[in-house]
């Protein structure tokens, strides 16, 4: 039994709730083109390691997050997967407002490089005087690459197939830290120093000079977390060696299949289409969004869905899924 | 007693239902440089003669409509008071919107003339092929000058005191026709075709000659109804001979008066000094706006205010006034 106000017992208890929340992905914007009152046109925060990451930022973003009490203000990297405007609009009024908060920080954004092109007359008439440096790293949406990269993750480009260049982004976990058996480290009497070598795989020699392997010494890491986001997209089974097995996978589904003819048009994806490739590439969780604004309401959505693909979710604004 | 469904009494009810709502206006945005839970950033809907008039166009103002069932499609003027972000980051998005929704007809933005050069690249860019003119009326806010015209109002710049080139608008009706009195047309048997002289105030000559002087055939006409919105500005006089005995002046209070040192600091004004405004240009009803961020609610502004010039309210999202 867990008494949470125990103190030997809350530290783990801690440490197991954040284990299972690695990843925390919130809904900003599940809408498409034309922002309706159920869906904001396109934004997502990917929370992980104490870190928030925005991915598109469509009009009215900031004033999503405001509503939805995420902390403007640790926001440090923006990645916008297309040039069109339902993933782009807010940028210009969320990097004003970074600077009406105070920040001093560098502010990171990775954008096809005309962002930066379109973004910069109005950052210089806007936001004279920045406090901060916005600093654009610019994608070839066309190759996959790694992006970002910090002690914890990565950020790779996804190609995908859409009218203008568009990349998705696989968030990934890099791989962890075995856990030290401590009733062997005891008995091997393993000193403090040693113990970092250890966790990351390093086998241990005693004063003796035994050698303790290291799988006598620590349990198996946990599995690194990963998620995608592929949107906007045209079905494309390019992307599965890409997502192949991620934890979660956002996939946009703009129509439903009755109108797939419309989503071949205009180079979306239906919802069975990001059923089926949620099933070829065997992730285990599918969420869907970037849903147009001719469905008055998205349950047939995930009807349709799980008709193929029973562990899929739907993307609508202000949700969280933790994985 | 007025039964709603006859139709002898219908047609006058009707007629006083339009006659006490000459103007109707809504609030699409409360808030200033920082959005809020409550408050979007600036814009407003002035609604008369049945035609929609935007007033500034902060982020997220077509996401507003959409939430309070403005229909788009009607709009057709947008003025713009100044270049501050919190009041036109919104207009690409909703020129954008227009033309997803099929729009062909001619859209006009009155501005200061850097505005077109801000937009127009983004147009370019991301509404590639629209279908319709956005024409740009290059507003000069130093000088007061009628910049709209049409059969029933007419919109005058009032230059305000902001850090940067800043002007209000007066929207006010032009004069109406006089009454035709039916029992005084009656008596004098005034044929149809003189109806219409009669009513711009014509005096009338009967076929043996006598005249009728115009005041003896009708009442007088309903008195012509105005609106002035003054945002942002600091506290300014200079205002006064634009707004004098307006019917409702919208007047930006940004600060309460403890606050009045960073009002000045900032050029904004105060509730208190939006109300002293009220008082001495003899308005009949004053809307206070464009909060500040740090306010959680707006009570105190309306109680400040309230204290000088009793008539006034609230400009809270989505409230319509009727005037």
Redo the contacts between chains.
């Keep these: 039994m867990i008494h949470l106000g125990d103190a030997k017992t809350c530290v783990p208890f801690c440490f197991i709730m954040r284990d299972m929340e690695n990843f925390k992905l919130r809904i900003l914007g599940s809408g498409s ?5 159920m869906s ?2 396109a934004s997502q925060i990917v929370e992980t390691h104490d870190k928030l990451f925005m991915i598109d930022c469509g ?2 973003t ?2 999503q997050m ?2 939805l009490n995420v902390r403007i203000s640790r926001l440090n990297h923006l990645f916008v997967s297309h ?3 339902d993933h782009c ?2 940028v ?2 969320l990097i ?2 970074l600077d ?2 105070g920040r001093t920080s560098d502010f990171h954004v990775y954008a096809h490089k ?1 962002l930066e092109r ?1 973004v910069r ?2 950052l210089d ?3 004279q005087g920045l406090a901060f440096n916005v600093i654009f790293h610019h994608i070839d949406p066309k190759v996959s690459e790694v992006i970002y990269e910090d002690n914890s993750i990565e950020v790779r480009t996804i190609p995908l197939k859409h009218k203008v260049p568009t990349c998705g982004f696989l968030f990934k976990e890099k791989p962890k830290q075995r856990h030290i058996r401590r009733d062997m480290a005891d008995f091997y009497k393993v000193p403090i120093r040693e113990m970092q070598h250890i966790k990351n795989g390093a086998d241990f020699v005693t004063e003796d000079g035994e050698v303790v392997p290291n799988d006598r010494l620590t349990k198996p890491a946990d599995p690194s977390v990963s998620f995608a986001y592929c949107s906007d997209t045209a079905y494309s089974e390019k992307i599965l060696p890409y997502i192949e097995g991620v934890d979660c996978l956002f996939h946009e589904a703009t129509f439903l299949d009755v109108q797939k003819g419309r989503a071949r048009e205009t180079m979306h994806s239906t919802a069975l289409q990001a059923a089926e490739i949620a099933v070829k590439a065997k992730v285990k969780r599918l969420v869907i969004g970037h849903f147009s604004a001719r469905y008055e309401d998205h349950k047939a959505f995930l009807s349709e869905a799980r008709s193929v693909f029973e562990n899929t979710e739907l993307a609508e604004d202000g949700r969280v899924f933790r994985f």
């Excluded at 083109?33 to 009152?37: G, N, Q």
Aim: glycine letters at 12%.
């Design positions: 083109a034309l922002p309706t009152k904001n046109q009009e009215g900031q004033c405001r509503r040039l069109h405007g609009f807010g210009v009024g004003s407002t009406l908060l005309d379109l007359p109005q008439y806007f936001c």
